[in-house]
């Protein structure tokens, strides 16, 4: 029973005497502090972890892996893969003859090509102890395993558009297969001129293909290309929306071409590059030291397109090997603003002295926009095997930048995806191989062999400079 001087110490209000704030301070508090790195306070060492038993993946997974999924693969028997071209029936000559009279000899014409298998690799190791111990989120090596074959996959991924296998000085050859954006045929391309992709551009690239006598079946494109091209799409009302309550919006998954059906493979690998802020790896090249970029009035340029017009253009230039990228040099720009569209401008980069112990194999440069500034986002423009490995040597003597190529622009690759036109040949599946125990440790290596091949490097078709939409 709650005494009369009980009473009297409540006043109705939930509020206490200090002297009874302090007796409440001595009890044990969970805390937030974590007793692993603090040493516990109070009844924070009493406290139990909370750990959630699935792992959260914060990177790319499986499902946007579109284009190693969709590929042909085939075997390779060498480190040398060859094929022949059936170029065409016969000559141009006519067909027609008189009556009784023997025509023209005709013969088909052929042509061998080659490429080089290349080899894709990863080492991983896990320690003997953390075997024994009860880990977090199941096996240690099982998942170490599936991460490497991830990582794999995104490098490979990325390799299938963008590899390059002239990124090598002195003209050898370079440790990456030809990607798509180098193996299709150079009058393939269409340029958007940095407006946004519409059903326009895509038609006449299908019908390019189709005059070349193939069939386009995918598109790959970026994931922003994608929704800028819904975005164009909508108001013209031109989808049918299937009722389904609460539903606002339909995701383009085909377009119908004069050539068939094309099948949209939204990647998020085909995205613009931008420079990284520090080196890739500490195997990398060191910076370049400097570049200048000179504006003349006697190139056959193309500066009047969306975000790249007249003005100012800021670049940085990066070195690279095959162990990653450097961080970027000092950002130079173009003496003399781009006034015409005759206009060019001649870039030249200078290595770093001392040079470091691991020497650059090729250069990135990388551009504004139109006036962008010196702090503005630059973007890759072009790529080269460096013409110099000597400490302060010259390692672009005068790349001649016509605007060809556009800043903040996207790529688009639309073609006939069939084993007779395009294929990535393997001499060896994705492999997992055990490596020597020397320490306690388990160590391995996953690899795989292989390169690709487009057949017909007019079946295909490559949209530069898509824009965006400004909303």
Known sequence: MVGMKDYENMDGFGLSTWEEVAELNKALAAGYDIPATSGGVSGSALRVESLEASLKVITYQMQHIKFWQKIPKLPAYSTIEEYNQLVNYGGLSGAFTPEGELGEYEDATYAR????????????????????????????????????????????????????????????????????????????????????LSEDVI???????????????????????????AKVMFPKERIIVPYREGQVGVPLNTFASQGGILAFNPDVFLRKITPPS????????????????????????????????????YYVATAGNRYGESAPCTAFYNSGAVVADDDKITVAVTLDSPIGTYLPEYINIYRTVGNGGSTGTKYLVHQMATESQAAGGTAVTGWVDTNSICANVHKVFIGELTPQVIAFKQLAPMMKMDLAVIEPSIRWLQLLYGTMQIYAPKKWCIVKNVGETTV
């Open 113 to 196: 090509q080659k490429s080089f298998v290349k080899y894709v690799q990863t080492v991983r190791k896990v320690t003997h102890p953390l075997t024994l111990v009860r880990a977090a989120h199941g096996d240690v090596v099982g998942n170490e395993i599936r991460n490497g074959i991830m990582w794999m996959l995104g490098q490979i991924e990325s390799a299938l558009y963008w590899g390059n296998s002239a990124l090598r000085p002195s003209a050898a050859e370079g440790y990456q297969w030809d990607g798509i954006n180098k193996l299709i045929d150079s009058t393939m391309v269409i340029d958007a001129g940095g407006d946004p």
């Open 203 to 229: 038609e006449t690239a299908s019908n390019t293909i189709i005059e070349n006598y193939g069939y386009p079946t995918d598109i790959f494109i970026g994931t922003r290309p994608l929704a800028d091209l």
């Open 278 to 313: 520090v080196a890739t790896s500490t195997k990398a090249p060191s910076a370049p030291a400097s570049g200048t970029a000179t504006k003349a009035s006697t190139g056959s340029g193309a500066w009047t397109k969306t975000n790249n017009g007249w003005g100012t253009y």
